[in-house]
Every structure is written in C-alpha cells, then in structure tokens.
C-alpha cells in the first residue's frame, strides 16, 4: 500500500484492513482478551529511567543507569533500549510484553519488567535501530555497529555480530535481509580530535563484511526509516531509498530533491506502517511526505512555528502527530497530506537554545496521545479522537525520553 493510490483507493485498504482484524476477533470469542500499556520514561537530567502501568499511572520499576539515557524501543516491543551516548554504555529493559502470533490472532503474556544482566559498551553509542528479531546498535566513535539479537538478550545473555564502519564518525547502519547497508565517512578530509567527519555515502555489505557494488552517494547522510520493504535515508541530495534487489544486494534509488522545493533537506525520517510511505523533516518548520512510487515523490507541509517532536500513529494508520514550539499538538492527515486538527497542549517550548535542553517527547498508547512535559513533571495523556486531555502521570524530575509499548491479544 502506498500513497500514489487515490484518498478513496486508501480508504478502501486500511478499511479492509480494520474490518480483517475484526473479523480475527470474532474468531476468537472463546478466549478471554486481555490488554497491557506500559510506558517507559528518561530523565533529562538524572540517569534513571522509570517503568509506567499506563492504565493507572503506577510506577513498576525505577532503574539506576549510568547517564541520561535515549530510549528505543525493540520491534517486538519485549525489550527498550536505553542509549547513554555520553557514558558509552547501553542497558536494556525487558518489558514484560510478548505478543505471539497465531495467524488470526495473537496471544499475549504479561509479566513484571526488569533490567537485563546484559550491557553494551564502546564509544559513543548512538543510533539504534530495531528491525524484526534484532537490534543494530551504532558506536559513533568505536567504528563499528553491533547487530543484537534479542532473543538472547531475554536469555541473559548478548549474541552479537559485528560490523565495521571503516572510521568513526556519526552514522547508521541497518539490516536488510541477510545485508547490512551502513553510513561511509569521509576518509580524505582531516579532522580535530574532538571532531567526526562527515557523511558522504551508504554501502552494502554481505554477511562476510563485503561491500557490494560501488558506495551510493549521499551528502551529509542523517536519519533512516523503515517502511514495508523500503530504507530510507535522508540527504543533503533526496531522500536515498533502498529495496530489495535479489541476490546481487538492495537496489539504491535517490529520489532528488524537486526544483519547486525551498532550500532544506530531511534529516529525521518516520516509516508507515500499514501504508508505505515516508514522513521527515524539512528544515526545522516544515514537514515532507514522501511516496517512492508516485510521480511526485514529496508534498511539503508547512508549520507555524518550529516542530518539537513528530511520530506516527500505528494503530491508526493516516494520523502523524506533530508538536510545535508554540505548545500546539497538529494531527496530520497523510492521505490527504495536510493538517486536519490541532490543539494546545503544553507551555510554549522555543527551540532557541541548546539542543538537548528538556522539551516535551511523544508517544502513543491505547488510542492516546502520550507527552512527557519536563517543566512541570508530568506526563499528559490526550485522547487521540477527541483531543482532549484526559488525565495527568505526575513524573519525578523531569521527564524527557518516553516510549509506550503494548496492545491487546488473547490469553488462554
């Protein structure tokens, strides 16, 4: 599914889509349906990071790290990873959710959320990114990325492969099949001790480490997604994209930049999920979605103020949700390709400023709209329908980094 079909073609799909997953719990009556939310929250400031029953706002772990920490979540949503880039050193939280799938439905168990006895360690850890059984964790100054396997981090123990990144620098690598497509340095150009080179390509490699084919330029590369079976990189050119290309390796596609485009370029990039297409950045107040298929591969949305956060809903596949430095929470159609909603939700957060000063951070749980507001402790919850605030999580400290992680299935 992609956005080159019509709005009516793409109502048609997510609806048959909805009407498949209730048709699989009718199927099901005979099991009783259980649900769980759990949110998992950092400090901005202290290195701790905090375990929510989303349900009733209880706090069910409180774990001690070495450093303010970045969570992601794992594609599974059994583990999160807590990233502390500064103390170089990565711990892992198993959630205590676990869904399996049994084809017209899935089960879920629920059980208590704990930190893992497995650690990672190296410089500068920095981007992780979660793809189907594993993880691939990125080491801006150890020059390498690490492929995890998640499986054997819920055993207690860490099962890695390793993968060169020629030269330290702040980059990515992601998964694709059995290759690995990874960020290329600049290694001609000289830099201070405290400086990392920049971005000037991607190159695939096999499971031997090979390259394959000649590095695919891309100036300045910054911020990938995942979405069906498409890479997205975001470059100083387009937006770098990658599929599937047989036994040769992925196929590399730039999707240039159009001339009718002000002068910017997209350095975050979302993945949909039901539907393939991309959301990114595009400079600091406006937003580019991006359709690999269509004629027309960009339609640029412009903000009024600077953008604070922006994630996709995926249980509610044409929503994104964008905050904005005013304080305003926009509901983004992506099918139509324009703001539908919008509302205020926070104080005004200005991007003036150091970077990681503490901002409001999104997440999505259970239909609702979830935003740590560091400056007054609280995590709010706004019903995504409605838009209205339905109720506070007050949050010792200041709450920044907020991921949710949960659902519903059967329990037998």
Known sequence: MNLSLTPNRLLAAVASGLIFAASGAFADEDHETKEAWRLFVGDHTNPVVRAINFENGKELGRYDVKGPAALTASASGQTVFATQSDHDIVHVIRTGIDFSDHGEHRDLEVSEVGLLP????????????????????????????????????????????????TKPHH??????????????????????????????GLRVVDEAGKQLGDVAKCTDLH??????????FGCKEGVLVAGPGGIDGPKLEMLAYPADLPKGSTGTLLGGKAMQFFLGNYGEDKIVLIDPDAEEHFRLI????????????????RNAYILTEDGDLHVLDVIKGEIARKVKVTEPYSKDGHWRDPRPRLAVA???????????????????ESLKEVRTIPVEGKPFTIVAVGGSGASH
């Open 118 to 165: 497995v650690t990672f360690e190296g410089k500068r850890p920095f981007h992780v990114v979660p793809h189907d059984d594993h993880a691939v964790l990125f080491y801006d100054r150890g020059g390498k990325a690490d492929i995890i396997d998640e499986t054997a981090l819920l055993e207690g123990r860490a099962d890695v492969k390793t993968v060169d990144t």
């Open 223 to 232: 911020g990938e997604a995942t979405s069906a079976r498409l890479v997205a």
């Open 171 to 200: 980059g990515v690598a992601v998964t694709m099949g059995r290759f690995v497509l990874v960020s290329v340095p600049n290694t001609e150009i000289q830099t201070k001790p405290d400086e990392l080179p920049p971005r000037v």
């Open 366 to 384: 259970d239909g609702h709209i979830v935003i740590a507001d560091p400056r007054h402790s609280l995590v709010r919850v706004v019903d995504a």
């Open 302 to 317: 412009a903000l009024p103020t600077r953008r604070v956060d922006f994630l996709l809903d995926p249980a509610t596949p």
